[in-house]
């Protein structure tokens, strides 16, 4: 039985993972254009600021019973096949399974010497040869890698604009509300941002980035889009390919979500299990329900996150909440949150100065949004307390307090 993966990026390790933890019987044939590394674009702006080095960004990958064959071409979801190219021929081959993770692409709407994106290894080595020849950088988009870009060049001895066509920074990701008070914090030092901007021509900089205009990238002649059991859709019958599978940034949705390693990762875990169920002789039985995992960024010396549920109940209160971290420290935890009448939490948005309280607050929101711990047992949680680290009642527990009374949920 052969399977061939296509794209060694988070989605593509993963599943060969899974699939040889689940010990399927099968042979593995890999395709990635970029050979037999990995790449870690989520790092990119940590080289750019040269918090690591720009080697780092890559790593080998073993190929311990797997077979490489090259870079992928073209698939015909019909036959099962991939044509490939491999030392400059072309060549195909036939497969039982087909895994796509081939990831995603920023658009760049005009060329120049000038412009840069910020996705491979070879957009780092750029990006840093031109640094020193520049006096003024451009970055278009105020998401989540424009706005970690931004941090990171700050360090250097230059001018730095962000453009955003809409009207806050992290448009996707944050309240609008809760997007203006980070941004009345953020020492701008300098760096000017332009909301409600279009570039629809060069500006006058001498370095230009692009962070947005995100397109997946697809081995066939359609986009690729799934079921809830991660099988690829046919878009001549919207019925599913019964043995292809994607996960990652390949897959288009009609709805914003973060394109994060974390659903990557669990949506190939999903593929690789139905792919056993089926070898089985059974249905696919694993689902991936579409939820924002917890989003966490570090920027201008706070960290920023995310998580939330994609379809929610109609009827839930939205509330804003400033939580202190530390007994003898004025910096606080600000926080917008969702919540249903039953007290489960539907969203968590955060920001704060100090180190891992967004994450922690997080990560324990979204251990309870998917397994239904409401606020009021949330508050009731034995956390960690020292005075040196956080105050008690710690912030997460005094969150839900605070919520469970103005909510009157008992």
Do not use: W
Not at 17 to 35: A, D, M, N
Not at 59 to 72: H, L, S, V
Not at 217 to 224: G, T
Not at 358 to 366: A, K, P
């Amino acid at each position: 039985m052969r399977i061939g993966v296509i794209g060694l990026g988070t989605a593509g390790i993963t599943f060969i993972s899974e699939i040889r933890r689940l010990k399927v019987p099968c042979e593995i044939f890999l395709f990635e254009k970029r050979g037999l590394s990995v790449f870690h674009p989520c790092s990119i702006p940590e080289a750019i600021e040269g918090k690591i080095k720009t080697e780092q960004l890559i790593e080998p990958f073993g190929t311990y019973q797997i077979k490489f064959i090259g870079e992928a071409k073209h698939v015909d979801p019909y036959k099962l096949s991939v044509s490939y190219e491999k030392n400059g021929t072309m060549d195909q081959i036939e497969f039982d399974f087909l895994f796509i993770a081939t990831g995603g692409e920023i658009k760049i709407p005009y060329q120049s010497p000038k412009i840069f994106k910020a996705t491979k290894y070879e957009d780092v080595l750029n990006i840093k040869n031109n640094i020193p020849y520049s006096k003024r950088i451009g970055i278009v988009g105020a998401g989540i890698l424009g706005l970690e870009l931004a941090s990171a060049l700050c360090n250097y001895p230059i001018e730095i604009e962000v453009f955003e066509a809409k009207d806050q920074i992290l448009p996707d990701l944050l309240e609008k509300n809760l997007a203006e008070k980070l941004m009345q914090k953020i020492s701008l030092k300098n760096i000017k941002f332009h909301f409600g901007k279009f570039i629809n021509e060069p500006p006058d900089l001498d370095l230009l980035i692009f962070c947005t205009g995100f397109k997946p990238v697809s081995p066939m002649n359609f986009e690729i889009r799934v079921d809830d059991f991660m099988r690829v859709i046919d878009v001549s019958n919207q019925k599913p390919f019964e043995r292809i599978f994607a996960a990652g940034d390949c897959i288009s949705y009609d709805i914003k979500i973060p394109r994060v390693a974390p659903i990557a990762a669990e949506q190939a875990r999903v593929s690789a299990r139905n792919i056993k169920k089926i070898l089985e002789g059974k249905e696919p039985d694993e689902k991936y329900e579409l939820i924002i995992p917890p989003v966490l960024i570090k920027a201008f010396g706070y960290e920023i996150g995310k998580t939330a549920r994609i379809h929610k109940p109609q009827n839930i209160q939205k509330l804003s909440v400033e939580m202190k971290v530390l007994p003898f420290d004025d910096r606080k935890l600000s926080i917008f949150t969702e919540v249903d009448n039953s007290g489960l939490i539907q969203e968590i948005q955060a920001f704060c100065e100090l180190r891992s309280e967004v994450r922690h607050l997080l990560d324990i929101s979204y251990i309870s949004m998917k397994k239904k711990i409401s606020l009021s047992e949330i508050r009731r949680f034995e956390l960690s307390y020292q005075p040196e680290v956080c105050k008690f009642p710690d912030p997460i527990t005094s969150f839900a307090e605070f919520i469970t009374r103005r909510l009157n949920i008992l």
